[in-house]
């Protein structure tokens, strides 16, 4: 259906493409957005059956990101955690940073479909050997973009990184995360290929019901909590933008990085945001008007990205799973895949690695949601690996 509304609306594309890159509100706008004809906003990207990899440098036109050539397109991808942000890692992430390579990433794209991969960072690690740190970085991001993967560097400032957030009542940047982004956006600086996902899953309170205007200032400008020092996003973002770095910024919303309800005025102030959310079918964001509350409101002006998705049967934390019974799994994860599809949004799946959408590093083999499982089952090796691949591989056929 969508390469069927795409051929119709083929000709609208320069006209409503000027609109959206000089005509309307940017995403620098400081308001709740205002909604505009979703039909125009399915990426060109869609065309041809494969996944399409930027040209040169990219940027945030209206709600999708266009290369140095004009192309629209959207990331699909998935997560690999460990090498980065873990200190001591689990059996499972110590498998996936021995495959953090060339082979894995060429199969993601080749083989899957997909487009980019998001590698979680840790400031704390990178602290403590700043020149071994960006060599070995160096190495895994020269390897996925030359297999056409873009590299999403997201900073996991947390405990199991070394740092010091283990007994605070909320998960907001430390001060460090400035030199951080200051030091890898310059030594990234003329990589195109690449987005700074600014930090994961903030929370000004452990267990938030809601969200305020004083949660989002806090999340936008930094602060005092708990008489610890914070910096806000826009924070983050300036001390992207001091190096001279234009890359595509990523910030996650409030709530442990699954909302941006009530944002108000507190919008990004840069052209080049994504805005990001994490979604694993917990209580409250099963359904696609869940959803829409949460972020899908934000997709007729605005980028936005799910930087962290999953149905996992295995999930160190139940709540990931029992929102939804094993007979209505694959299709949950199959009309959020096509909710996202619709709004246009990019998204990298939780994760490459064991038990979660591959079976081993010998074929890749996706795993299944076809099979008996019960939530919480962390010896199980039920995933909803064959649903992506599946959707991935039919995207744009």
């Avoid at 689990?90 to 899957?112: C, I, K, P, R």
């Avoid at 020269?142 to 996991?156: E, G, I, R, S, T």
């Avoid at 699954?258 to 099963?286: C, L, M, Q, R, T």
């Amino acid at each position: 259906m969508l390469k069927q509304r795409a051929k119709i609306l083929l000709p609208l594309f320069v006209l409503v493409g000027l609109c959206l890159g000089g005509c309307g509100s940017s995403n620098n706008t400081n308001s709740t957005p205002t909604p505009v004809n979703p039909t125009v906003t399915i990426p060109s990207g869609y065309q041809g059956g494969k996944q399409y990899f930027p040209v040169g440098a990219f940027h945030v036109q209206g709600n999708l990101l266009v290369d140095s050539t004009g192309h629209t397109f959207l990331l699909h991808g998935s997560q690999i955690a460990g090498a980065f942000n873990v200190q001591h890692q689990s059996s499972v992430e110590v498998q996936a940073s021995q495959h953090l390579d060339s082979t894995t990433f060429n199969v993601m794209s080749q083989q899957w479909n997909m487009n980019v991969v998001r590698i979680p960072t840790c400031d704390y690690m990178w602290q403590a050997d700043p020149t071994g740190y960006l060599s070995r970085l160096d190495s895994v991001v020269q390897q996925a973009n030359a297999a056409k993967l873009v590299v999403v560097l997201d900073l996991h400032e947390d405990n199991r990184c070394g740092a010091p957030t283990q007994n605070l009542d909320f998960k907001l940047p430390l001060p460090l995360a400035t030199s951080y982004w200051k030091a890898l956006a310059a030594h990234y600086l003329n990589n195109p290929d690449i987005i700074f996902d600014v930090y994961n899953e903030p929370s000004t309170r452990k267990h938030q019901a809601s969200l305020t205007d004083v949660d989002w200032q806090l999340w936008q400008n930094g602060g005092t909590v708990e008489g610890t020092q914070v910096v806000g996003m826009q924070d983050l973002v300036n001390a992207i933008r001091s190096t001279g770095a234009k890359q595509v910024v990523a910030v996650e919303g409030l709530g442990g990085g699954d909302s941006f309800e009530n944002i108000g005025n507190h919008f990004i102030n840069d052209p080049d945001v994504v805005y990001e959310v994490h979604i694993y079918f917990a209580k409250g964001e099963v359904t696609s008007s869940d959803w829409d509350t949460k972020f899908g409101f934000l997709t007729p002006q605005h980028a936005v990205y799910v930087g962290e998705w999953a149905f996992l049967p295995n999930a160190y934390y139940p709540i990931q799973c029992r929102s939804v019974p094993h007979d209505q799994a694959d299709a949950k994860v199959t009309e959020f895949m096509n909710y996202m599809d619709e709004h246009s949004i990019s998204w990298t799946a939780w994760a490459f690695m064991i038990n979660k959408l591959i079976l081993n590093y010998t074929n890749y083999a996706p795993t299944t949601l076809d099979q008996p499982w019960t939530c919480g089952d962390q010896k199980s090796n039920a995933g909803m690996g064959t649903l992506v691949k599946q959707h991935l591989l039919a995207y744009g056929r």
